[in-house]
């Protein structure tokens, strides 16, 4: 129900493509500013390179809280940048 009340305004958003918003399959939503995106998702790809890694591990690298990573890591795997390996360990696709 509250997805619904605030549906309206996140897809008038998505029309303007300002943001992006994905649902994971834990059923939460997750939406972010594409200018976000554009900050973070090389240099946290970059970290990935090392191999697989948990949002708690990257959110300091990146002066990013753990919660903002995993929203970050839900967009990027809906684009099919990234990949949960296992659960909560991420790694690029």
Request: hydrophobic share 45%; charged share 30%; proline share 5%.
């Amino acid at each position: 129900m509250e997805a619904r009340g605030v549906m309206p305004e996140i897809m008038e958003k998505l029309k303007g493509d300002q943001v992006k918003g994905v649902r994971g399959f834990d059923k939460k939503y997750y939406e972010l500013r594409k200018s976000f995106m554009l900050e973070y998702a090389k240099p946290l790809c970059s970290l990935l390179d090392a191999g697989m890694a948990k949002p708690a591990e990257i959110a300091p690298k990146l002066n990013l809280t753990p919660e903002a990573v995993n929203v970050l890591l839900m967009i990027m795997a809906d684009d099919g940048d990234v990949i949960e390996k296992r659960r909560g360990f991420w790694a690029k696709a």
